[in-house]
């Protein structure tokens, strides 16, 4: 083996452990600038104060039934009109 | 040898420096992070909402019903608004519309104020993506990695403000019931 197929071997060495460091230190390659953007944008459309109010909504109706199961409990369901 | 050792350590030092020092790359990650634990928090706020809002409800209810009960109205009343309704019911359920009142409002009012945290946090990734955009195509000026690295640390921070100001009002709303 010459000494320049040697530098040449040396070299591919060192440029691997070169590559293979440098993306351990890098890690996992991060979404592009697209993807970022969409998925940013694709959260802020999807925002809305509705579902708070949907919220409030359901917890009306579980209110009125909470009510109701609680009321036919009782062994006279109406007792009486005011 | 030693030389060619020492190359070699010079070439793995640049290649960790080379690494960690891309601003654009660091502020991908930082809003690809950001974004996902967001997302997650405004899920949680919405999930911790609704629970919230359901116990107060359902424990309202109890107690509207039990009172309308022992005071002899008729079951139907407890679906009914107050002003429909004649005394000792009226007042019965209208102590009750007010109590739930006050309950659901503490619950949404500081709700509504995470949500806008969890909004401001949106945002402010929105502009670290401009600026990124804008120096992937050239167009900023030197210094934008100072510029840059202050974004994303002000993104951050907003959401870290957003996450304590979820966590006190998940804390306050546990004892709700």
């Known amino acids: ?82 | 040898m030693r030389n060619l050792i020492l190359a070699c350590l010079f070439l793995l030092c640049s290649a960790g420096l080379l690494a960690c020092s891309d601003p654009a790359r660091i502020a991908r990650r930082e809003v690809d992070r950001v974004t996902r634990i967001n997302q997650r928090t405004e899920v949680n706020l919405k999930r911790t909402t609704r629970a919230a809002l359901l116990d107060v409800a359902k424990a309202e209810g109890q107690r509207r019903g039990a009172e309308l009960k022992a005071a002899g109205c008729l079951s139907t009343m407890a679906s009914q608004p107050s002003t429909a309704l004649e005394e000792p019911c009226k007042g019965i359920v209208a102590a009750s519309e007010k109590r739930y009142e006050v309950k659901t409002a503490a619950i949404i009012g500081p709700a509504k104020k995470v949500d806008a945290a969890i909004g401001a946090v949106y945002a402010s990734l929105l502009v670290v993506l401009d600026v990124l955009e804008d120096v992937a195509a050239g167009l900023k000026p030197g210094g934008w990695q100072v510029k840059l690295a202050q974004l994303v640390a002000e993104a951050v921070k907003l959401y870290g403000d957003a996450v304590t100001a979820f966590t006190a009002w998940k804390a306050t709303v546990g004892g709700t019931p």
């Not at chain 1, 293979?20 to 953007?37: N, Y």
């Not at chain 1, 917890?59 to 062994?75: G, R, Y």
């Open chain 1, 1 to 82: 083996m010459s000494a320049t197929e040697m530098v040449s071997w040396v070299l591919a060495i060192v440029k691997t452990v070169f590559d293979t460091v440098t993306e351990a230190i890098k890690g996992p390659e991060p979404p592009s600038l697209a993807e970022l953007q969409a998925k940013v944008k694709a959260a802020i459309d999807a925002r809305s104060t509705d579902w708070i109010k949907e919220a409030k909504a359901d917890a009306d109706k579980a209110l009125v039934e909470a009510a109701a199961v609680e009321f036919s409990a009782a062994p006279k369901d109406e007792i009486k009109k005011p």
